[in-house]
């Protein structure tokens, strides 16, 4: 009976944009015996997309509100669902998607177990779940130029001043690779989350409130230590993390694509001047993509690779590093919010069902008439 409870609901979650397909080996069920005890698995069967109240949970689940509202607080504590906060309404619940979503909920108690599984987990799922970026690349601040057109949301000093919360979370990414001895000397806390995301991850214990002048300096942090910027893929964004080429799993599973840039999301590539260039090799080091080499004293970008990051224009001592803009035929489409990004996803994956579709239509309708208010 447990085992086909977690089939269940490895099919559930893998009808969420984000995806859950099976494999071969089984490791995705292992991965939710890890998160979910039997009766938690089954529970998470009657959750959607639409954010409910206990009690709507609790007649569609056939048992009482009280119980209902006991196993959706303590999931959600344990990062298996999502809760949402509302000053004038009970809390609403949500069904999470594993990644982007559960599996970073679980930075805190990650073990070497479930660490080792998602290890294994990682490619299957990259290669049949990301048909659309979850996330999008832009470039450190330090190597944007006047010269530049970079618009509001390609800006990450620009797109953090107008939030109410701010959280700084650590990267579950080089924690893994550290339980598993395999980690980078790079800044553990780094990752940034805003907002409504950012209550979920305080009332979990999954990070720290900062203040804006601590978001700027995480943001320089980031330049310094050699971190591409990822945000959400939507103009209006919820998170971005801070990312090395070494652990975090986005970059790692581009990097064994032959043209990563077609895989990302990113409006820029970078530009060598060769005439100025002395050919000091701080650019190669300082590129997570492995675009950057120096060979004969003289340094080339494949373009193919560049996702336009920008850290190797910010240290160039000759400036002879640039960021150019993709032509207009080659710039990524940036949704307008998470929700339209999901729906892209999920139509990309062909796995989102006609219902899921028209509630996430619906919440994105909603969501920016309350916005307007």
Request: with cysteine.
């Amino acid at each position: 009976m447990p085992e086909k409870i977690y089939q269940k609901l490895a099919k559930h979650l893998d009808k969420l944009p984000g995806g859950f397909p099976s494999t071969n080996t089984g490791v995705e069920l292992r991965i939710l015996k890890r998160l979910f005890t039997p009766e938690e698995a089954e529970f998470a069967l009657h959750l959607s997309l639409i954010p409910e109240e206990s009690r709507v949970v609790a007649r569609r689940a056939k048992i009482s509100t009280q119980e209902a509202s006991q196993r959706c607080e303590t999931m959600a504590r344990k990062g298996l669902i999502y809760r949402i906060d509302s000053k004038a309404d009970q809390p609403k619940y949500m069904a999470c998607q594993y990644a982007i979503g559960i599996w970073e909920f679980h930075v805190n108690d990650l073990d070497e177990g479930l660490a080792k599984d998602m290890g294994e987990y990682l490619p299957f799922l990259f290669e049949e779940a990301w048909k659309k970026p979850q996330l999008r690349t832009v470039p450190v601040n330090k190597s944007l130029s006047s010269k530049l057109k970079v618009l509001t949301y390609e800006n990450a000093e620009e797109m953090v001043m107008h939030f109410g919360k701010s959280v700084v979370a650590p990267c579950i990414c080089r924690r893994e690779f550290s339980l598993l001895g395999k980690g980078c000397d790079k800044p553990e806390e780094t990752c940034l989350v805003f907002d409504r995301a950012a209550e979920y991850y305080l009332r979990n214990g999954l990070g720290r409130e900062i203040g804006q002048q601590e978001v700027l300096g995480i943001l320089k942090i980031a330049e310094e230590a050699g971190l591409v910027l990822q945000p959400s893929n939507a103009r209006e964004i919820v998170n971005i993390c801070c990312c090395c080429g070494d652990c975090c799993g986005v970059l790692r599973s581009l990097k064994g694509y032959p043209k990563p840039a077609s895989l990302a999301s990113t409006p820029f590539f970078a530009a060598i001047d060769t005439e100025t260039c002395e050919g000091c090799g701080v650019c190669e080091d300082r590129c997570q993509m492995e675009a950057v080499q120096l060979k004969n004293e003289k340094v080339s970008v494949d373009i193919d690779r560049c996702i336009g990051c920008g850290l190797c224009v910010s240290t160039c001592p000759t400036d002879s590093m640039t960021l150019a803009r993709k032509p207009e035929y080659d710039q990524p489409d940036v949704p307008e919010d998470l929700i339209k990004a999901s729906i892209e996803l999920g139509r990309a994956r062909g796995k989102l069902s006609l219902g899921n579709l028209l509630i996430m239509q619906v919440r994105s309708k909603v969501d920016r008439l309350l916005a307007s208010k």
